[in-house]
Nanobody, 120 residues
Framework: QVQLVESGGGLVQPGGSLRLSCAAS????????MGWYRQAPGKQRELVAA???????NYADSVKGRFTISRDNAKNTVYLQMNSLKPGDTAVYYC??????????????WGQGTQVTVSS
């Protein structure tokens, strides 16, 4: 079994910053792509940013230049630094990871979600 545990959400004023963390634990052989998704009320879950084990990152157009995704492979942890936050960034943020349990068996795992609220 594997588990993803997120932290770092909260309430922040427009223009402020937050840093989310997500640590994977359990019987992990390796982790391929790690990413962050978000879901606002009444909307579908959308990809915010993702990063490969080699460090290649991609971002949603709405967050380019404001958010930075990074990872620490030794700690099985992914981070999302969010700057210049806007009210439109308000959502529940979910961590996602493609985790290999063996060389062939993998699972697509999700964290429990962390609320980010941007409001004055």
């Amino acid at each position: 079994q594997v588990q993803l545990v997120e932290s770092g959400g909260g309430l922040v004023q427009p223009g402020g910053s937050l840093r989310l963390s997500c640590a994977a634990s359990g019987s992990i052989f390796s982790i391929n792509i790690m990413g962050w998704y978000r879901q606002a009320p009444g909307k579908q879950r959308e990809l915010v940013a993702a990063i490969t084990s080699g460090g290649t990152a991609n971002y949603a157009d709405s967050v380019k230049g404001r958010f930075t995704i990074s990872r620490d492979n030794a700690k099985n942890t992914v981070y999302l630094q969010m700057n210049s936050l806007k009210p439109g960034d308000t959502a529940v943020y979910y961590c996602n990871a493609e985790i290999y349990l063996t060389t062939r068996l993998y699972t697509n795992s999700w964290g429990q979600g962390t609320q980010v609220t941007v409001s004055s």
